[in-house]
């Protein structure tokens, strides 16, 4: 079945430290890739997409995502988080000829001084 | 240039009456999905239209639920006899192009809050 999994529910860091967003994706084919961003009451805000090319893909407010072919995975990575990325995070997959993205259940950032 | 804008905010209904919710594209953007987000989950698709043509409608329940994205005006998600269930926030997304082009990025109002009381 196709799916798109964050295996992590809820992640808190520490202000500074690095921080890593896991993704997978069960689909046939190489889908389009995209990270999502959303503050509470709020839309979703495109960080970074993959469609094809360098795999290491470069976004807004300093995060970046590596795809990886054998893993299926595109995780979201960032080197020093900051108080204000707080939010829920969503990785979201476009399969080929689909007419919509499919996204996953969300990860909770929560950043302490 | 003002991006995708959904209203109202926030909705508030009695279970039995009918919900409106509305969203305008992008400037430019002739391609619009709407997506529903339950508690504590991700977005799932509802609906895609163009102008005058719904074009996929497989994540639509199959009653009470319709949309429409008129020639003139915006798109209207309308839900009919709302029930509790039917408590979500309801997201809007617009692209210039359609699924061949997915890689024009969808891009996203601040929702609709709906709460059936």
């Known amino acids: 079945a196709q799916s798109v999994t964050q295996p992590d529910i809820h992640i808190t860091v520490s202000e500074g430290a690095s921080l890593e967003l896991r993704c997978n994706y069960s689909?046939?084919?190489?889908?389009?890739l995209f990270w999502y961003v959303q503050s509470p009451g709020q839309g979703l805000q495109l960080l970074l997409k993959?469609?094809?090319?360098?795999?290491l893909v470069q976004g807004i407010k300093g995060f970046e995502a590596e795809f990886k072919r054998s893993q299926s995975s595109f995780n979201l990575r960032k080197p020093s988080v900051h108080w204000s990325d707080a939010a829920e995070y969503f990785c979201a997959v476009g399969p080929p000829g689909a007419n919509n993205l499919f996204f996953g259940t969300g990860t909770r950032l929560t950043v302490i001084p | 240039n003002a991006g995708v804008m959904q209203n109202p905010r926030h909705l508030v209904r009695r279970r039995g009456q009918e919900a409106r919710l509305r969203c305008s594209p992008m400037k430019g953007h002739s391609h619009v999905y709407w997506y529903r987000q339950l508690p504590e989950e991700g977005l799932k698709f509802m609906v895609y239209l163009q102008k005058e043509n719904i074009i996929d409608e497989s994540g639509m329940p199959k009653e009470r639920f319709s949309a429409e994205f008129p020639k003139e005006g915006p798109s209207i998600l309308r839900i009919q006899q709302v029930v509790r269930g039917d408590s979500a926030a309801y997201f809007c997304?617009?692209?210039?192009?359609?699924?061949?082009?997915?890689?024009?990025?969808?891009?996203f109002g601040d929702g609709t809050r709906l709460s059936i009381l």
């Open positions: 993959y469609f094809s090319g360098d795999t």
């Open positions: 997304a617009s692209s210039p192009q359609g699924p061949s082009g997915l890689n024009q990025p969808q891009h």
């Open positions: 689909y046939g084919a190489t889908p389009y």
